[in-house]
């Protein structure tokens, strides 16, 4: 697909959420409609992690900014740690319980804000959720919460004009979704998901998300606390960064839920500070689920349990048997 047609594309998807065509009001949040749900979760989650994403978009010519973008996003990057002075600057509001509050030129926005870094960015809860095809509910992506984030983050670099946030938005939504990897369980089951957003080098930690549809749970930190390198020569080795790749779920009716990839670790000797890419480990996670009414299968956060294996004792678990080695 050429550039064009990426942005164009990304475009028109932000243009119908950003009017409500899309994410018309249908509750959201849990399934009794309120409290923070998968599409909450991913704005937050977008707004905790906005620097790897727009670092991904400036460093690179595919993410096809022009000289005016580059300077406007680079100043929303640098920008970003005076955004985060402000402990309370998001804030989900509902335009049904605030009438107007979310009316901009004319038009329902998704989101505003002022014109000052740090000032509050209001998100409009009535937006962040659809009907999708047989009522089942859909919330906002990771994605098309980080294009939302970017465009009111522009404003408070002095941008005024919508569109042209718009379409940086867009831009980096388009080159976040070159790197994200989506595995799903399958038909009727498409709302379990595994999405990980890996940056493929040393010093940055895969993050890692599982949602079923209703919520999202975030098992990026988990996961950086639980994989250990291992030791090398007698020599502990610590862990500076790690890739995980080639998920998959395995499930069987009856039987636990059980997602499977590989991991690629970097590790580091805490004396010599040699660093060493470490291949040949897998990870194993187990997450427990539910019914619900309409026979969706739903998961049960916090029920998620940890295995980290070496693939050559557990070839079902890795894609690879390749033993742990390629040291440089
Ligand atoms: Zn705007």
Redesign the pocket.
Known sequence: MNGFMKIWMGFVFLAASFSGQIFAAVGGGDEAGNGAGIAEHHVVSAYLNLGEYLDLCLNSSECELDAREHALLRKIRTGLLGEYQNRRQLSFKKESELPGFFIIDGYLRVAKTGDQVGSTIYVNRDLLYRMGPGGVITGLSLESAIAILV?EMG?HHGEVD?TV?DYLGAKVMNMVLGVLQRTDLGPNRRNILATVFDLDRAGSFAQFLVSDGLRAIDLSAVLKSFIQCPSLNDEVQTLQGLSLFNLHWKWKEGDPLSLRGDLVLFCENAQSENASVVRGYGIEVNLAYRWDSQSRMRLQPGSESFKQVLCAENPSVCSENVQASSFK
């Open positions: 465009h404003h919508h946030l």
